[in-house]
Nanobody
């Protein structure tokens, strides 16, 4: 099982990034997919969720209206489009797959928002 995040980097405030998470080794379409983030000295925070069926989404209040989660089951990939980025969005972003008793994590990708 693998979850591999990509797309992180350094961006100025107000800018955009698109994170990707490529999955392998499990039935991707059956899993709820989530993006978490963890800033230095803080607890890991749930940012966005997308269900396996119907693709319903949910967001943390801090990112509503700025971030969009989506998935492509054919490509076994989940995305996080991040717009209007703020310095407080700086964190390591992790991909998570969840289904019943099964849960998998990626290693994370660093996002730094700074001028």
């Amino acid at each position: 099982v693998q979850l591999v995040e990509s797309g992180g980097g350094l961006v100025q405030p107000g800018g955009s990034l698109r994170l990707s998470c490529a999955a392998s080794g499990f039935t991707f379409s059956s899993y709820v997919m989530r993006w978490y983030r963890q800033a230095p000295g803080k607890e890991r925070e749930l940012v966005a969720t997308i269900t396996s069926v119907g693709g319903r989404t949910n967001y943390a209040e801090s990112v509503k209206g700025r971030f969009t989660i989506s998935r492509d089951n054919a490509k076994k990939t989940v995305y996080l489009q991040m717009n209007s980025l703020k310095p407080e969005d700086t964190a390591v972003y992790y991909c998570n797959a969840y289904y019943r008793a099964y849960e998998y994590w990626g290693r994370g990708t660093q996002v730094t928002v700074s001028s």
